[in-house]
């Protein structure tokens, strides 16, 4: 169920973030995968080596660490491409809000 509904949120973003970029379901499904791996390995240990800055910045680091490594995976996943780094940050803006709704209706 979760993989589902991260895949939709994936769709929905690409629907409303000019430059994401998802070829078909297929890449859709693996770039979910990769998200959720990276987000599990990667992402807690960059959390904990920017914790002085991101203290700093009020999170705007660790909101910095989420685009830079949703960008990373679109440079990793053929067929998912984000054409600039802005477009990033709104995607991820968008991605989070999305998923954490969906999610949200998952559980009801």
């Not at 409303?16 to 970029?21: A, E, K, Q, R, S």
């Not at 995968?33 to 999170?59: D, E, R």
């Not at 440079?75 to 491409?81: A, E, L, R, Y």
């Amino acid at each position: 169920m979760r993989l589902a509904i991260n895949v939709f949120s994936l769709f929905v973003v690409e629907y409303l973030v000019p430059g994401f970029h998802l070829a078909n379901l297929w890449t859709a499904i693996v770039t979910a995968i990769v998200i959720g791996v990276v987000n599990t390995l990667i992402k807690p240990i960059l959390q904990l080596v920017a914790l002085p800055i991101s203290m700093l910045t009020f999170g705007v680091t660790a909101f910095l660490i989420n685009v830079f490594l949703l960008w990373v995976v679109s440079k990793v996943v053929p067929g998912f491409q984000i054409a600039t780094f802005g477009a990033a940050i709104v995607a991820s803006i968008v991605l989070s809000l999305v998923s954490w709704f969906l999610h949200k209706l998952a559980k009801e």
